[in-house]
């Protein structure tokens, strides 16, 4: 009989790992990844409506006071609006921050009469705005060679244009000792 460190030590100089080989990314859920991976671009790559609400600038904005709905921005196209001296523009979750803005009200937080709004709280510069690179910067790795690649990571990379991935080439082995 053998211990159990010359078993493992046998298994491994028989164990063959398979070739690193590229697969869709879809396919990928488990596997190890053959290379690094860093992102090319930032996650966000603009600033972005963390809320659905009213985009605004900090020095308009008090009790009592109105500001006035020029616009809306909506998830998706920037349509490359412009928030001026007493101004509001509409906004939704994940759309581009409007030029001129540097916070987002939630709209619960405001009272909408007809073409003009009075905010009900205090506002903060930069509040409810994700601002670019906040979940990833570029050139932050993503993926260490040998890896596991799980739901979370593959986001990321999907998120950066990748549809194939490199994986295998490595050995795992998991010893159990039965005691």
Known sequence: MISEEQAYEQILAAANPLPARRIPLT????CFTA???VANAPLPNF???AMDGYAVRVSDCGRDRFLKIVGEQPAGVDRRLRVSLGEA????????????????VMQEDVTVRGSE????????????IRRRGCDLAEGQKILSKGQRLRATTMAA???????????????????VSTG
Request: zero cysteines; glycine letters at 10%.
């Open 27 to 30: 396919d990928a859920v488990n």
């Open 157 to 175: 990379l999907a998120a950066q244009g990748l549809a194939e991935v490199k994986v295998g080439g490595n050995v795992t082995v998991a010893v």
């Open 47 to 49: 600033d972005n409506s």
């Open 35 to 37: 290379e690094d991976y």
């Open 89 to 104: 523009i509409r906004i939704f979750t994940g759309a581009p921050i409007p030029s001129g803005a540097d916070a987002v």
């Open 117 to 128: 709004i009075s905010i009900n709280t205090n506002v903060q510069p930069g509040e409810f």
